[in-house]
């Protein structure tokens, strides 16, 4: 096989464990669902060994579970794990929020200066949904701008796990009036390029969302 052609198989793997992903994270599928390879196949249009290659790799992730002799299953993710998810996070976004903070151009100032402003007129106009695909952005662009690779590989696996949860609280009643202003403040941290501050408005925020999800229901 040539390298190109070896390089669009791998692209085309990559797509399809990112779109079998998105289904999941989205809730297409409920925790403890089998997933069908004949039937993933033809929802995706892909063959059943492509498909079998993403359950691989989403099992590698925590998303699905292989189950001897029976395919594999979405993973559920109990409230006690999700804690323990983000107290690992923890660490890891503090030290991207204050590699942010040292990273930070006047350029990319400009893009976040304009985002906090989108995340306040979210939170003000009461808009759940487009409130919480911004803050996706946020931390999105806080892992980019601290430009540490392996911080970032780790929680955006991290976060794909706990993805159910922190639906949950995105709609949680009155956490937008505690998390805008958190994630403002972790913001503006940044802009002032203050490394501590920022990474200390990040440990804040999570550990806020720690007392919450204690909170949940199992």
Do not use: W
């Not at 979405?74 to 923890?90: D, K, T």
């Not at 930070?104 to 007129?121: G, K, M, N, V």
């Not at 203050?194 to 949940?216: K, M, N, S, Y």
């Amino acid at each position: 096989m040539s390298t190109t052609t070896e390089a669009t198989t791998d692209a085309g793997q990559h797509d399809l464990t990112a779109r079998v992903r998105d289904a999941i994270l989205r809730g297409d599928f409920a925790p403890h669902q089998r997933l069908i390879e004949a039937d993933l196949s033809d929802r995706f249009e892909a063959s059943r060994a492509a498909v079998r290659t993403a359950l691989m790799n989403l099992a590698g992730e925590g998303l699905v579970e292989r189950l001897p002799n029976r395919g594999a299953r979405v993973r559920a993710i109990s409230v006690e794990e999700a804690i323990e998810i983000v107290e690992v996070r923890m660490g890891l976004e503090e030290l991207c929020a204050r590699k942010a903070a040292e990273n930070l151009s006047d350029e990319d100032a400009a893009d976040l200066t304009e985002l906090r402003e989108q995340i306040r007129a979210a939170a003000r106009e009461r808009d759940l949904v487009r409130y919480a695909s911004l803050n996706q952005d946020m931390d999105r662009r806080i892992r980019d701008l601290s430009g540490h690779a392996t911080a970032t590989q780790l929680l955006e696996r991290l976060l794909a796990q706990s993805a159910r949860h922190q639906f949950r609280l995105a709609y949680h009643p009155g956490r937008i009036d505690q998390s805008a202003p958190e994630h403002i403040a972790i913001i503006d941290a940044v802009l002032a390029r203050e490394p501590e501050a920022a990474a200390d408005a990040t440990r804040r925020h999570l550990q806020g969302i720690v007392a919450l999800l204690a909170g949940l229901p199992l």
